[in-house]
């Protein structure tokens, strides 16, 4: 299956001139030789269904001599990402992606290797300068505070690695095309069609209502199987606190815990809190962020003092909606304890503050006018908010950072760079941020956050609407094991590898079905499949490609 996807890679780096042959005795004294290796990869189709085999040569970067040459690589960043989408909800822009082929292997190395093949640790980065000076060359600008984003008269080109996206209105439409037909004739580019994948995010869109939707439906699919228990939840958090694990653990828990970095605690109880947030993931996977329906750019901030009963410190959010969607959040313990409920909410508004003004300058690069000459903070403590907005400073402490950011916040609202308005806790939207919400006011809060349910949206993704979820479990159930026992079945009488192709013809009178036990069974069931999946009544798909839709879909 994949020696095809071999030729036609190895076929794209000779009409790209990556390499050639040298002579091993030609090569001078003290030159590293870097092994290289096949990554293998199965694309598949948003329903599911197996498009191609992917083949990629990389080169084994870990060989590497460290040195002290810069590598970093700069990436589109999430809230930059969201923002982008925001606006383009707002101003029903376009939406244009591009895929470079062999992107990496147009940038030019001098140091010995003159192609940077994916696998070199500078590849990313010589990459990232190659594409940003060919489109300043074209005429773009970087935006100064997100250096994966370029504009030029009301164009935005956006990038992450060599996933390429424009955005412009309507009527630009002919200027973008020369613009993209100037990339085309330096790089090779797939693609040219709606944005409707980035990163394994899905983009739902309303044009007619001007609004966005980002689902991670089938990300959160494929982590579900991560949980070591399977069990239905409202929310993702409990309201029992999660200390520190104490005693020894056993050798079972250190063998299962080391593998996991991201549990601090060897402790069961957090093994089934980790276990819970996925499990209310899968089952509310169907819950998208809207983005668009609102004119303005909304901040709040929160703090829940002393809630850490280990060592005292308090947490604090933020979060900020653009044009009724939000963008970006945030929530952290704090560094320091802090000795009142004002002076946490003073250190979480000082947070807030900065990241809200770095996030106003970055929409003000990318050519949108607010409204509001000022940034707005809600935030839900009365007398945090006379602090700062008093003439004269009256919080009197010892605690030296805390007296800073204070007057830091005193010098922006002077200045008129931020405003600092109450909000009752109940109307924050920051406030399900520092602690565990249940029943109702988890479920406002979710509404606060702008996440909808779009499982009539999310088309080609959902059973017949007949069936109910007690026969959608046993349907997918029964499914996974009929395929799985079908196919350890072939694999024993050696009737089938991995490189042959399974083939199933529902049309009587066909006699190329594999000859099985239940045989009518899997006809019945992949006829549903067909239906469901959109596939044709004759389809060729490898095993994976079959098992896949159920599992991942």
Not at 175 to 185: C, E, F, P
Not at 278 to 288: G, W
Not at 429 to 454: C, I, N, R, S, Y
Not at 470 to 481: A, D, Q
Request: with cysteine; charged share 25%; hydrophobic share 35%.
């Amino acid at each position: 299956m994949f020696e095809q996807a071999e030729r036609d890679h190895l076929q794209s780096h000779q009409k790209m001139g990556s390499w050639k042959e040298v002579a091993l005795n030609t090569i001078s004294n003290g030159t590293q030789i870097l092994d290289c290796m096949w990554i293998y990869v199965y694309k598949y189709t948003k329903r599911g269904r197996l498009v191609k085999c992917k083949a990629r040569l990389v080169v084994r970067g870990d060989q590497e001599r460290r040195n002290t040459q810069d590598t970093y690589a700069a990436t589109l960043a999430g809230r930059s990402f969201r923002s982008l989408m925001a606006i383009a909800a707002r101003f029903d822009l376009e939406l244009i992606q591009y895929d470079a082929v062999n992107a990496f292997v147009n940038a030019n190395l001098d140091d010995g290797i003159y192609m940077p093949l994916y696998g070199l640790r500078k590849s990313p980065l010589l990459w990232h300068r190659e594409l940003t000076n060919t489109l300043k060359k074209i005429g773009f600008k970087t935006v100064p505070h997100e250096p994966c984003c370029l504009t030029l008269d009301g164009i935005f080109v956006f990038f992450y690695v060599d996933d390429i996206v424009f955005a412009f209105r309507k009527e630009d439409g002919l200027r973008a095309k020369a613009l993209t037909d100037q990339l085309r004739s330096k790089y090779e580019l797939t693609g040219g069609n709606d944005l409707q994948w980035f990163l394994g995010i899905e983009i739902i869109r309303n044009r007619d209502r001007r609004l966005i939707w980002l689902s991670q439906a089938s990300y959160i699919e494929k982590i579900g199987r991560l949980a070591n228990k399977r069990r239905i939840f409202n929310t993702p958090m409990g309201t029992e606190e999660l200390l520190p694990f104490e005693g020894i653990a056993t050798n079972g828990e250190v063998n299962s815990y080391q593998v996991k970095a991201d549990l601090s605690c060897m402790h069961p109880q957090h093994q089934d809190a980790a276990d819970r947030a996925i499990c209310y993931l899968v089952e509310r996977k169907n819950l998208a962020l809207r983005l668009g329906g609102g004119d303005d750019f909304e901040v709040a901030s929160d703090s829940s003092f002393a809630d850490n009963s280990t060592d005292r410190k308090s947490s604090q959010a933020y979060a900020m909606k653009l044009f009724g969607g939000l963008i970006g959040w945030r929530a952290n313990k704090q560094d320091t304890v802090t000795t009142s409920t004002t002076e946490a909410e003073l250190l979480a508004l000082s947070q807030t503050a900065k990241e809200s003004i770095y996030m106003s300058r970055l929409i003000d690069e990318l050519g949108v006018k607010l409204d509001a000459s000022h940034i707005r903070i809600q935030c839900d403590n009365n007398q945090t908010i006379r602090l700062v907005n008093a003439e004269i400073a009256a919080l009197k402490t010892k605690v030296r950072h805390v007296n800073i950011h204070n007057h830091w916040l005193r010098q922006e609202v002077a200045n008129g760079t931020i405003e600092v308005t109450y909000t009752p806790s109940a109307e924050l939207m920051a406030d399900g941020l520092t602690k565990a919400l249940q029943g109702p006011h988890f479920e406002a809060f979710v509404k606060q956050m702008g996440l909808e349910d779009v499982t009539s949206l999310l088309a080609g993704r959902s059973l017949p609407k007949q069936m109910t979820k007690n026969s959608k479990n046993r349907y997918m159930r029964c499914g996974t094991r009929k395929i799985r026992n079908d196919q350890r079945r072939n694999h024993e009488e050696g009737a089938m590898s991995r490189e042959r192709i399974y083939r199933h013809d529902t049309r009587p009178g066909r006699d190329d079905v594999p000859a099985r036990k239940n045989n009518s069974h899997t006809q019945w069931l992949w006829t549903i499949w067909a239906d469901h999946w959109q596939l044709p009544s004759r389809c060729e798909l490898s095993w994976e490609g079959v098992l896949d839709p159920v599992e991942s879909g």
